[in-house]
T-cell receptor, first 116, second 113 residues
Framework: AQSVTQLGSHVSVSEGALVLLRCNYS??????LFWYVQYPNQGLQLLLK??????LVKGINGFEAEFKKSETSFHLTKPSAHMRDAAEYFC??????????????FGRGTQLTVWP | KAGVTQTPRYLIKTRGQQVTLSCSPI?????VSWYQQTPGQGLQFLFE???????NKGNFPGRFSGRQFSNSRSEMNVSTLELGDSALYLC????????????FGPGTRLTVL
């Protein structure tokens, strides 16, 4: 089965600092990878996705992520944090196997706090 | 275009009761997935429907069931509610392939007393 590990359940940065949220996955087949953000009392919003095209993926709100097959990683970064980035971030993976179609495997999430 | 809608947004039930949650997907989407989100277990997959057929099911007891209608709208039902069923239930819709992102609704917050 697929699995996703997000290192660090809480990350704190100052406004303007680099944001780095870590995600490692396990998959026996080429994966599709996603980052979602969740604000309080809301559903999940897609930030970006990797679907085997360019390994560096740019998303909304200035976020980007790089797929590194050798490290089985898909870390999320943003050069300069803003107060509005404070939220919970989830990494997710899906694959092309018939037994898991339609299913996303999520990490446990990383709560990002941004200090003024 | 309109996003995924879920009704109701909030529910309070007592143990032993049953509940039905509704999800209307984005127009044109044929896949609807359901997830349970709790602080302790995180986001867990319940089941996925595609063109009225359940394609995949997570590891939940039979008290959790769902269905999808011909217009792609979906419902999930939980019977004989337990305290541990208190959670945010999220519905997501997509075109149904693994590389298509799933679009999430705002969720239904279920509290079981």
């Amino acid at each position: 089965a697929q699995s996703v590990t997000q290192l660090g359940s809480h990350v704190s940065v100052s406004e303007g600092a680099l944001v780095l949220l870590r995600c490692n996955y396990s998959s026996s087949v080429p994966p599709y990878l996603f980052w979602y953000v969740q604000y309080p009392n809301q559903g999940l919003q897609l930030l970006l996705k990797y679907t085997s095209a360019a390994t560096l993926v740019k998303g909304i709100n200035g976020f980007e992520a790089e797929f590194k097959k050798s490290e089985t990683s898909f870390h999320l970064t943003k050069p300069s944090a803003h107060m509005r980035d404070a939220a919970e971030y989830f990494c997710a993976v899906s694959d092309n196997r018939g037994s898991t179609l339609g299913r996303l495997y999520f990490g446990r999430g990383t709560q990002l706090t941004v200090w003024p | 275009k309109a996003g995924v809608t879920q009704t109701p947004r909030y529910l309070i039930k007592t143990r032993g009761q049953q509940v039905t949650l509704s999800c209307s997907p984005i127009s044109g989407h044929r896949s609807v997935s359901w997830y349970q989100q709790t602080p302790g277990q995180g986001l867990q997959f319940l089941f996925e429907y595609f063109s009225e057929t359940q394609r995949n099911k997570g590891n939940f007891p039979g008290r959790f069931s769902g269905r999808q209608f011909s217009n792609s709208r979906s419902e999930m039902n939980v019977s004989t509610l337990e305290l541990g069923d208190s959670a945010l239930y999220l519905c997501a819709s997509s075109f149904g392939t693994p590389y298509n992102e799933q679009f999430f609704g705002p969720g239904t917050r279920l509290t079981v007393l």
